[in-house]
């Protein structure tokens, strides 16, 4: 993927770190999704399992709020809780209604495995530790759909909608402050020596951790399971 | 006060039996703004230890949006945290500007011992219990300044822009819209015998205790301890 | 299996409205140990990630202590968590050390996808509810290993001394009074008519979700994974 | 005080930072046990709302086992929730039976503010934060009776019982292994330059609050409020 991608420090390190990073972003899920190979159920079982998803992730995000440390923190995980919960989820229904999936199907998706371990393990993290740890546990699957997103700008296909969406520039901008707010809330508590410390492994490992949940989920995605 | 208020059939029920909501809502402190007698430094003093309040408050509603159950009890939440980080506090900081408090001062506030005592109490209450524990715990700031606009509205003199914030149409309809949703939470939780069961004493004890809290915050204000 | 078995009222309507109670008690896993067909290098795999699940199950028993809200309660979840990490968790070590596996190849095991839904999923459900979600979450594991031991009891074989650490006297009791515990924390919560609301489908959901994760739980152990 | 005590490096640290220690450790109510002018009816409101305290500290240390990273701090906060629970609480009812308060009469206390500002406090930043916010929101309570203890302990008179309790060995040898235990924790989660980075300050003003509200606290006694 191109360099040129700008979503912070914090961030490229933990990649670097994370031995799973390319099985997620280059998955066969992802490949199907780029040369349109995926079969279109596979695609709606997906998309019925990320509202299940986002559902966590929002969650999520609003625990990323109640651990906030300075207003800038709170307005930047509150604007995402909103952006979520008013536009993305709403969309998503939209989106999943178009692909013939109405709302009460929604409604009643069951959980796969795949999505419970992953935002169980997300949300845990953020109950027993601090923003930090929402952070590392969140940061694969924003900046890992941001990548995935740009390296498949302009393949077109059956999925170009989905791919846009990520790849677009309002999600790249998303992305980059997000970046910007890890930076930002590292420096606020562990300071400028940050790498040096223990914490900096244990932050490598939640992300990491993340990284092979989100493998499974697209593997989840293949297998239908 | 008017009986014509209308936030919801919980909080009426909680209210009837919470021992100190009288008061709460016609404290000395609440007389004081209602004829203006009110000290300046008083007011101040209650303005800077409220500002360090909506930092905790605004935390306990993104804990109510981790907490929820349904979309739209997520999407309440986090509407009400978008607006209480992105326009009550900002809204905040400009009175308190205006009233010759800085945004310095604010963020160096001592937090009062009755501010934490009711802050922490409400948050414990969010992250032990439920989002009933939650609701219980916040109604009484919530409804209780609603009440108190209401029946202060009209009054004039120094403190006529506090009582009409909320006195106005719009806090009064966040105050029903709060009200339903209360209602709509507790009918989905504990169906439509509720106060036959045990949780309906442990949310009047909740919602009493923050009453009582109520009480001390205001005292606070009056003594500018 | 045995009728005779008294794991208390909840736990009986649970285990009856879940859907893969049988799958669990009677998995392939199960029934390799019952006649010693399961392979060794199955038991140990099974072995070394019991011991991880072991340190998030006593977590979870510790969460319950702290949202206990009885001195009975506390007392109880206290005395499950000393005996967890006490004994339970240093007797581990030692049949594990006996199998071959050292300390330092235990704290280095790498946690199963299995096995962190399983515990996030309990510990989440904890953090996120109350005390009863914790232990309508932890009912499966705790009886389930009960009932299996008390149906495997007299085997012999291979699995023996696994097989008689449930189905002995001290563990059944303890599945005896987890049972009693139960019934007592419903009653003191939801009161005596609590199969009539909301609440008892969302603990039989609770219960019915963590008996999944056992069912994959034993497929771990059977595919290695 | 005798600078012979030895309870870890941390504490020693948190200790020297926070502005109120002296108010706490040498406060009117604590002289007053140590000269034995401290009317009775005064220990007894303060046995009364101690107890409901021990309740709330208990759950803080099984909260702490919850948030526990390796078996030995696991191992050390179950033990603590265990000997509180079976050892301490039964002995604080047995001291009040003594005293001339039943049992009931316990139960029935009704938490002051100063109580519930404490420990709601300790809880929250527990639940928010990570295994170290406890321990410096913990630390005051523990080693401040310590500190008491050993230097009122030769002091006889009506409240000797009370203050050998904190002045003899075993008390003394608790806030020893606490000390070590908050040693250890911090170098595993911060390593060995923790007091320069912005953890630190944070630390420091945990321990500092904690310690202000244990001022509260003995005020509260001395009030009876």
Same mark, same amino acid.
């Given at each position: 993927? @191109? &360099? %040129?991608?700008?979503?912070?420090?914090?961030?490229? /390190?933990?990649? +670097?770190?994370?031995? $799973?990073?390319?099985?997620?972003?280059?998955?066969?899920?992802?490949?199907?999704?780029?040369?349109?190979?995926?079969?279109?159920?596979?695609?709606?079982?997906?998309?019925?399992?990320?509202?299940?998803?986002?559902?966590?992730?929002?969650?999520?995000?609003?625990?990323?709020?109640?651990?906030?440390?300075?207003?800038?923190?709170?307005?930047?995980?509150?604007?995402?809780?909103?952006?979520?919960?008013?536009?993305?989820?709403?969309?998503?229904?939209?989106?999943?209604?178009?692909?013939?999936?109405?709302?009460?199907?929604?409604?009643?998706?069951?959980? @796969? &495995? %795949?999505?419970?371990?992953?935002?169980?393990?997300? /949300?845990?993290? +953020?109950?027993?530790? $601090?923003?930090?740890?929402?952070?590392?546990?969140?940061?694969?699957?924003?900046?890992?759909?941001?990548?995935?997103?740009?390296?498949?700008?302009?393949?077109?296909?059956?999925?170009?909608?989905?791919?846009?969406?990520?790849?677009?520039?309002?999600?790249?901008?998303?992305?980059?402050?997000?970046?910007?707010?890890?930076?930002?809330?590292?420096?606020?508590?562990?300071?400028?020596?940050?790498?040096?410390?223990?914490?900096?492994?244990?932050?490598?490992?939640?992300?990491?951790?993340?990284?092979?949940?989100?493998?499974?989920?697209?593997?989840?995605?293949?297998?239908?399971?």
């Amino acid at each position: 993927m @191109s &360099t %040129a991608l700008n979503y912070g420090q914090a961030f490229a /390190l933990w990649r +670097g770190a994370a031995p $799973d990073w390319s099985a997620y972003t280059e998955h066969a899920f992802v490949e199907g999704l780029k040369d349109g190979s995926l079969p279109r159920e596979n695609f709606l079982h997906y998309l019925r399992q990320d509202y299940v998803f986002l559902i966590h992730f929002s969650r999520a995000w609003a625990l990323a709020a109640a651990k906030s440390e300075t207003l800038a923190e709170m307005q930047a995980a509150a604007a995402t809780v909103h952006a979520l919960t008013h536009h993305e989820m709403p969309l998503h229904v939209k989106i999943c209604a178009n692909a013939g999936i109405n709302a009460e199907e929604l409604e009643t998706t069951i959980e @796969s &495995t %795949a999505n419970l371990a992953y935002t169980r393990y997300v /949300l845990e993290a +953020g109950y027993s530790g $601090d923003f930090l740890d929402l952070m590392a546990a969140l940061a694969p699957c924003v900046m890992g759909y941001g990548e995935i997103g740009a390296e498949l700008s302009g393949s077109g296909g059956p999925y170009n909608d989905w791919i846009e969406t990520y790849g677009g520039d309002e999600y790249q901008e998303l992305c980059e402050s997000v970046g910007a707010l890890i930076d930002q809330a590292i420096l606020h508590r562990l300071g400028t020596d940050w790498t040096k410390g223990p914490r900096f492994n244990q932050l490598n490992k939640r992300f990491a951790t993340a990284t092979r949940l989100e493998v499974d989920f697209w593997q989840m995605g293949l297998d239908r399971s």
